[in-house]
């Protein structure tokens, strides 16, 4: 079983930056397909960007790309997602996810494992 704890969120102004990491424990797998996802208050749950734990293949959610990067230390099981110049539309909570996926996906359904969620909220 896998783990996921998510931390970094909080309160920023648009524009401004913020780190999240997820710290994965527990029996990982080299076949994990990792993953953001996140929550607005009644709006579904929407993928993010996606990442392959061993190669480093890449997805991005069309509303975040050349703003945010998804990456992993495999040395430190940790998963993160860089956001930059933020909008008041990225504020959902956000959770880190994990699954036995072969190849990078964007479906919610295809993780296993999913992070308690971070709260970010973007201020205008």
């Known amino acids: 079983q896998v783990q996921l704890v998510e931390s970094g969120g909080g309160l920023v102004q648009a524009g401004d930056s913020l780190r999240l990491s997820c710290a994965a424990s527990g029996r990982t797998f080299s076949s994990h397909a990792m993953g953001w996802f996140r929550q607005a208050p009644g709006k579904e749950r929407e993928f993010v960007a996606g990442i392959m734990w061993i190669g480093g293949s890449t997805a991005y959610a069309d509303s975040v790309k050349g703003r945010f990067t998804i990456s992993r230390d495999n040395a430190k099981n940790t998963l993160y997602l860089q956001m930059n110049s933020l909008k008041p539309e990225d504020t959902a909570v956000y959770y880190c996810?994990?699954?036995?996926?072969?190849?990078?996906?964007?479906?919610?359904?295809?993780?296993?494992?999913w992070g308690q969620g971070t709260q970010v909220t973007v201020s205008s």
């Open positions: 996810a994990a699954g036995a996926y072969g190849s990078v996906t964007r479906r919610a359904h295809e993780y296993g494992y």
